[in-house]
């Protein structure tokens, strides 16, 4: 449900620092045009599309929600292209939850708010003081660009909804899969994520070959957005490795 300015300008400013830095919207979404793929598959095929006409041969790719899922099967089909992943607030293939989304936690995507934009305070941010008034530095610096990129349109949304369900109900609990991806990953995410469950940090963290976890604490499904500052480094860290 994110389009191009729901990117942080803190973390991509911090990237861009010392480092090229390019954000997309996929086929389909909010201003790109083309049709929203309606599977996990098709949406990484998509993103390799935009990378190879880049003519880009190999980047490193940081991605959270929706969008980790679609790195680890863009890695997985295509792992020449991907020297690096980092992997926020996602799961694997088969994850727990992963498009059985709870009824109550659903709805706070469909609140009606004075401003529009404060619907992510309780999806991306924990209930605690601290937490939310790092949610509304967020979406001030969010907010603060006036030229805004289109919204995301409800036929993108359900395709989206059906992706994810669909690559959520290929079960295997041994997350063989995972095994071939042998790119160092950062695997990064809140303690207690509403959205995409914590526990499929661990379950990438343990399965993968060559993966790091860190957990930030008081923190919800926009860990990165909560601890901007402490993510950069940590992801530079990892990066420059």
């Given at each position: 449900m994110g389009n191009l300015d729901d990117h942080d300008p803190a973390l991509t400013d911090a990237f861009a620092a010392d480092r090229a830095v390019i954000l997309f919207n996929n086929a389909g979404v909010a201003s790109s045009t083309g049709t929203t793929p309606n599977t996990i598959e098709q949406a990484a095929r998509d993103a390799a599309t935009f990378i190879d006409a880049l003519r880009l041969k190999t980047v490193d790719l940081l991605a959270h929600s929706m969008g980790g899922i679609i790195a680890q099967q863009l890695a997985l089909d295509r792992?020449?292209?991907?020297?690096?992943?980092?992997?926020?607030?996602?799961?694997?293939?088969?994850?727990?939850?992963?498009?059985?989304?709870?009824?109550?936690?659903?709805?706070?995507?469909?609140?009606?708010?004075?401003?529009q934009e404060e619907m992510w305070l309780p999806i991306l941010f924990a209930p605690?003081?601290?937490?939310?008034?790092?949610?509304?530095?967020y979406l001030a610096r969010m907010m603060a660009r006036k030229d805004r990129d289109?919204?995301?349109s409800m036929e993108t949304v359900q395709a989206q909804a059906t992706a994810i369900a669909a690559y959520g109900a290929q079960k295997d609990e041994t997350y063989a899969h995972l095994k071939d991806l042998h790119q160092p990953t950062l695997v990064?995410?809140?303690?207690?994520?509403?959205?995409?469950p914590t526990i499929n940090s661990y379950l990438l963290q343990q399965h993968l070959p060559n993966a790091q976890?860190?957990?930030?604490?008081d923190a919800n499904h926009g860990a990165h957005h909560q601890y901007p500052e402490l993510f950069a480094q940590h992801t530079k860290l990892f990066l420059d490795a």
């Open positions: 792992p020449e292209l991907a020297r690096r992943l980092v992997l926020v607030g996602t799961a694997p293939r088969g994850g727990v939850g992963l498009g059985a989304m709870a009824p109550e936690t659903r709805a706070l995507f469909f609140q009606t708010y004075e401003h605690s003081e601290s937490s939310q008034a790092a949610g509304r530095a289109a919204e995301v990064v995410n809140g303690d207690n994520d509403i959205i995409i976890l860190i957990l930030y604490p």
